[in-house]
């Protein structure tokens, strides 16, 4: 396959749920399912702030743009980004607008601290590759911004990461062809699952729906 068609293109958010719980991402983007807990609404709080749409400021060499939608038909991803700023570059693209030429840098804003797995780093990395598809330039790094730590870390865009990011986007768009809502398989991680009463995996990993129910109308 030389690309996706837009109407194959996944959600680039999806990357995070994805690298968190491959069950959870399916539960939410194959069967939409859905259920806000305090992590979800603190977290959509923090991107309101970010999500002002086509917000573009300029402070000296750097150009900001807020709410930026971005796509890769490469990976078949969609989404939005936070941030983008265009720094003065020689190596950059010109952009509409502007004199000079710049380079893009994707900053992503996170509730918490920076975490132990890589969702946050993969959904950014997501994004340099939409950037670059979308602007034919270069985008060696990017930033994630921790609210908690009030911090801004940033991160080498490498050939390794995109490897990743390539390989996990192609992993969902197969489950999403066959509609695969993969097994439960529990972890420290459902402690803080926003679907982990759908999810139900201390009773799935137990025994079977039709025994529980039995169970439960026996009671
Ligand atoms: S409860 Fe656990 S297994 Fe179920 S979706 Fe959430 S993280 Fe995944």
């Excluded at 109407?7 to 991402?25: A, K, N, T, V």
């Excluded at 979800?40 to 300029?58: Q, Y």
């Excluded at 930026?68 to 078949?76: A, E, M, N, Q, Y």
């Excluded at 710049?102 to 132990?116: C, D």
Aim: hydrophobic share 35%; with cysteine.
């Amino acid at each position: 396959m030389t690309g996706y068609d837009p109407s194959e293109f996944l959600m680039l958010s999806g990357i995070q749920h994805f690298q968190f719980c491959e069950r959870q991402w399916a539960l939410i983007h194959i069967e939409q399912e859905w259920e806000e807990n305090v992590l979800t609404i603190e977290g959509s709080h923090l991107h309101e702030k970010a999500d002002d749409p086509f917000i573009r400021e300029k402070r000296k060499d750097i150009l900001k743009v807020r709410a930026l939608p971005v796509h890769s038909t490469k990976i078949g991803l969609t989404g939005i980004c936070d941030v983008v700023e265009f720094h003065a570059d020689v190596n950059g693209v010109s952009l509409q607008g502007e004199e000079g030429t710049y380079l893009p840098i994707p900053v992503e804003y996170k509730r918490g601290k920076p975490k132990r797995d890589q969702s946050d780093v993969l959904q950014l990395v997501a994004q340099a590759i939409c950037l670059e598809d979308m602007l034919y330039c270069p985008v060696p790094i990017g930033s994630l911004y921790y609210h908690e730590i009030r911090r801004r870390v940033d991160i080498e865009i490498t050939e390794e990461l995109k490897n990743q990011v390539r390989n996990t986007a192609k992993r969902m768009h197969d489950y999403y062809k066959r509609r695969h809502t993969p097994r439960v398989k529990t972890g420290k991680h459902c402690q803080s699952c926003s679907l982990r009463h759908i999810c139900l995996p201390e009773l799935l990993t137990k025994e079977s729906v039709a025994a529980y129910m039995k169970r439960m109308m026996a009671e």
